[in-house]
């Protein structure tokens, strides 16, 4: 069973289309994150959840809208969007932990976005 | 500034064995990561080094130095579906967060029969 599921795994939207994506993760975890992956370039950590809270947004366009409404789920809405924006979208999942804990981060198999 | 350094690609023989290097520039530094990603999936864990030597799991071995910032994975007995990208992240302790990695680009890794 995969512990971290992405729907859907591939995605072409026009320009003005409003779209989201899904993540949903069945490990337990109280941590979640959407990652951009662009091809030979570092992930880009985009947003971050603890505890349905937001911790982290790291300078991510307004057409990006997180939502996370429970720990085990994570939507990304996308609104008008731009060629730029096609890449690998991951998201994942993690136990967070007061202070410096080593837990690793668990993948989704990602949302292939491509922008017309 | 923060950089992670990998190499972009490497080719070995089915059987061999071969060691992907990364060096960082943190501004601190709490721990190593190494993933292992095939095309179209999803990165998997595969091993966390926070204190100097070498960590072993299998087939697989992590090593670090901290004051060299620098860290290997060596692969051994490679075999044909060990072929994927191999992705190195650093947690920078002046962040303070649990969360925010610094990710290299990654090495393709292509073995060969």
């Known amino acids: 069973e995969t512990g971290v599921t992405q729907t859907p795994r591939h995605l072409v939207m026009g320009m003005t289309n409003k779209k989201s994506l899904k993540c949903e993760q069945h490990?337990?975890?109280?941590?979640m994150y959407w990652y951009k992956q662009s091809a030979k370039k570092p992930l880009e950590l985009m947003f971050v959840y603890s505890l349905e809270e937001r911790v982290e947004n790291n300078s991510v366009p307004s057409r990006f809208s997180p939502e996370c409404p429970n720990s085990s789920h994570l939507f990304l809405h996308l609104h008008t969007l731009q060629p730029e924006d096609s890449a690998l979208y991951l998201c994942?999942?993690?136990?967070?932990?007061?202070?410096?804990?080593?837990?690793?981060?668990?993948f989704g198999d990602g949302t292939r976005l491509s922008i017309l | 500034g923060q950089n992670i350094d990998q190499p972009t690609e490497m080719t070995a023989t089915e059987g061999a064995i071969v060691q992907i290097n990364c060096t960082y520039q943190?501004?601190?530094?709490?721990?190593l990561f190494w993933y292992q990603q095939h095309a179209g999936e999803a990165p998997t864990f595969l091993s966390y080094?926070?204190l100097d030597g070498l960590e072993e799991k299998g087939r697989f071995s992590s090593f670090l130095s901290r004051s060299k910032g620098y860290s290997y994975l060596l692969l051994k007995e490679l075999q044909m579906k060990d072929s994927a990208s191999y992705l190195c992240?650093?947690?920078?302790?002046?962040?303070?967060?649990?969360?925010?990695?610094?990710w290299g680009a990654g090495t393709k890794l292509i073995i060969k029969p």
């Open positions: 943190t501004s601190g530094f709490n721990g």
């Open positions: 080094n926070v």
């Open positions: 992240a650093v947690r920078d302790a002046l962040t303070d967060s649990n969360y925010q990695l610094i």
């Open positions: 994942a999942s993690s136990q967070s932990s007061a202070g410096r804990g080593h837990q690793p981060q668990h």
């Open positions: 490990l337990g975890h109280n941590a």
